[in-house]
C-alpha cells in the first residue's frame, strides 16, 4: 500500500497556498493522477467541473459505494468527474478495498452506507 501524501487542493502552481485549509491527505497514487487539475469532464455531460473539494465539500453528497465497496460511485458531476480524473476506481485499489472490507476495514466509518 502507498503512504499518504499532502496534497494542495489549489495547486500551488495555480497560486495554491501552504495552509491548512488548502491542504489535505491523499494516496500517492490520486494525487500523482491529479498532478495540478483543477477540473476534469464529467463523464455523463461531457462538461469540465471543478473536482471535488474536502474542505469545502460533503463526501456523502458527492460519492456512494456499491454493494461490496469496492467501487466508488460519483452521484454528482464533480464526484463522477474526480473519480475519472484521479482513476479512484483502478484496479489496485479495488482489490485493496475488497481485502479490508472482508476484515471490516473498510469503507470507513465516516463513510460507510
Known sequence: ?????????????????T?????AWSCQGCNNYKYNKTEALDTISGK???????????WRFHYAWNYDCSLMIGLTATGR???????????????????????DQH???????
Open 1 to 17: 500500500m502507498q503512504p499518504f501524501a499532502v496534497e494542495h487542493i489549489m495547486p500551488q502552481s495555480k497560486g495554491g497556498e
Open 19 to 23: 495552509t491548512l485549509g488548502n491542504l
Open 48 to 58: 469540465r467541473v471543478p473536482l471535488y473539494n474536502p474542505r469545502k465539500q460533503r
Open 81 to 103: 468527474a474526480t473519480i475519472e480524473a484521479l482513476r479512484i476506481n483502478r484496479q489496485e485499489l479495488i482489490d485493496l478495498r475488497k481485502i479490508l472490507y472482508s476484515l
Open 107 to 113: 469503507p470507513p466509518k465516516k463513510f460507510s452506507k
